[in-house]
């Protein structure tokens, strides 16, 4: 799969399939479309092409910097990828993008940049200024440019009852199997190993510490998780704690991972943590011993998760 970062830097001759929308955290629902669309791209010699926005239009429209994302534009690449999505393109979401006619987006880019033959979209799609737009002027831009509109019905997507805001809550809760079971695949979080204090160490359970580059992307609950990470190749199994460490008084927010079974030096390294299962609630101890204690309880149940999936 191949991504281009914004319209202006695409220049591929070949038509297309295409969609459109933001696909934030591209979960059961998004894959109904897009699984059509990589499909129906084989089937007729045609790129399946997904053009996405970022910022997410929120941001951008209602200065909303509250929204967090589910999906860095990196791991969402990762995701289509591993679908067989041909081409990903990230274009800009700007006041001024948003204000382009549905004429224009139409003519400027799905006819004149992206070639396109044929748009699946879901049954709600409304697109140009104001979002003033919708099927049935797609179907008639369609026949005007000589391209097919093909919409997932509402019945199709509704059956799987599921949205990113829907998942975004279950995490803000610490609801993890319910997001997990939207999504269709465990919430990940990337980032880069930092120095921490050297507390897990001292514990007996030396951690990473896990710095999210990302500002926008959604940290869920504070808590202990069961994790997975591939890391040189090798499936590697911990646990996970989101949070303050309080029985230590602290007070900034820590993503700290212990890894069972891979002790090399992860410092300065860009990792990906997978979301297997929360354990428990942050809490503070009346001792550090106690704090011990918990964690190598904690440690005994995430193998045995582990050993059950």
Known sequence: ML???????????????????????VHIGHRKILEKVISE???MGLQSTLLTFFPHPRMVLQKDNTIKLLNTIEEKSEILRAMGLDMLVVHPFTKDFSRKSATEFVRGI??????????????????GRNRNANINDLRSFGNLFDFEVAEIPAQEIDAVSV????????????????????????????????????????????????????????????????????????????????GTNPTVDGSKQHIEVHFFDFEKDLYGQTIQVELLHRIRDERKFNSVEALKIQLGQDRQYALSRIQRS
């Open 41 to 43: 791209g084989r089937a």
């Open 163 to 242: 949205s990113s805001t829907k998942i975004r809550k279950a995490l803000e809760v610490g609801d993890l199997e319910t997001a997990t079971a939207y999504l269709g695949y465990p919430y990940m979080l990337s980032g880069t190993v930092q120095k921490g204090k050297g507390l897990g160490r001292q514990l007996g359970f030396p951690t990473a510490n896990l710095s999210i580059t990302a500002s926008y992307k959604l940290i869920p609950a504070g808590g202990v998780y069961v994790i997975q990470a591939r890391i040189e190749d090798q499936m590697c199994f911990g646990m996970m704690n989101i």
């Open 110 to 127: 799905l006819v004149e940049k992206l070639r396109v033959k044929k748009v699946i979209i879901g049954y709600d799609h409304r697109f």
């Open 3 to 25: 991504t281009v970062q914004g319209l202006s830097h695409y220049d591929n001759p070949s038509p297309s399939v295409v969609t459109i929308g933001t696909f934030d955290g």
